[in-house]
């Protein structure tokens, strides 16, 4: 059964860092791609919005315009393990963060990488607060 845990979320100052993870178990980083996404408060799961995902086997980056040159997806294949580098936070990054999983190769997807509709298993999510 493929699992998937997020941890690593806390409240931090707009202009700090901070890192979370997305361990996984129950499948291998060749077969499944691994997605983040972020959820704002009062917004359901359709409004997660995409962040950053990685193809399977770790191949090939990707990273939303919102967040792009702030946040860093990379992998840990050894652990088994996601992070998300985020960088120079800004009081609108304050969302719940969900790590994501999905079978498909995401390198030819185009604009579907950025659904969840594309990915097949989530994680509880982690939470981030970024104050003014």
């Known amino acids: 059964e493929v699992q998937l845990q997020a941890s690593g979320g806390g409240l931090v100052q707009a202009g700090g860092s901070l890192r979370i993870s997305c361990a996984g178990s129950?499948?291998?980083?060749?077969?499944?791609?691994i997605g983040w996404f972020r959820q704002v408060s009062g917004k359901g799961r359709e409004g997660r919005e995409g962040?950053?995902?990685?193809?399977?086997?770790?191949?090939?980056?990707y990273h939303a315009d919102s967040v792009k040159g702030r946040f860093t997806i990379s992998t840990d294949n050894a652990k088994n393990t996601v992070f998300l580098q985020m960088d120079n936070l800004k009081p609108e990054d304050t969302a719940v963060y969900y790590c994501a999983a999905s079978s498909m190769n995401i390198e030819t997807l185009g604009s579907l990488r950025w659904t969840p509709w594309s990915y097949d298993y989530w994680g509880q999510g982690t939470h981030v607060t970024v104050s003014s």
């Open positions: 129950g499948f291998t980083f060749d077969d499944y791609a």
């Open positions: 962040v950053a995902c990685v193809s399977r086997g770790g191949g090939r980056t």
